[in-house]
Nanobody, 117 residues
């Protein structure tokens, strides 16, 4: 059973930084791609950033230049470094991955990020 476990959320003041982590139960290279999504109250879940197995990266426009997605293959962990945080970044952040073999998508349980003004 594949599991994705996020950590690193919390409360931070505007302009501050947080680093989210997503630990995978198996090899991180068994995923075709992985990404971070977020969902704010009253809003739909939206894509934040993706990282393919081959290393291609995409960001939603609102986080470009502030957020960085990366992975540590040895630790089987996906990261999201978030700098210059804004109140509008407040949301539950979810880790997502698509299995290379089955194409099934997996989700973590989410971690709360709250940015105060």
């Amino acid at each position: 059973q594949v599991q994705l476990v996020e950590s690193g959320g919390g409360l931070v003041q505007a302009g501050g930084s947080l680093r989210l982590s997503c630990a995978t139960s198996g090899s991180i290279l068994s995923f075709n791609y992985m990404g971070w999504y977020r969902q704010a109250p009253g809003h739909q879940r939206e894509l934040v950033a993706t990282l393919t197995r081959g290393g291609s990266i995409n960001y939603t426009d609102s986080v470009k230049g502030r957020f960085t997605i990366s992975r540590d293959n040895a630790k089987n962990t996906l990261y999201l470094q978030m700098n210059s945080l804004k109140p509008e970044d407040t949301a539950v952040y979810y880790c997502n991955g698509q299995s290379l073999l089955s194409s099934r998508e997996y989700w973590g349980q989410g971690t709360q990020v709250t940015v105060s003004s």
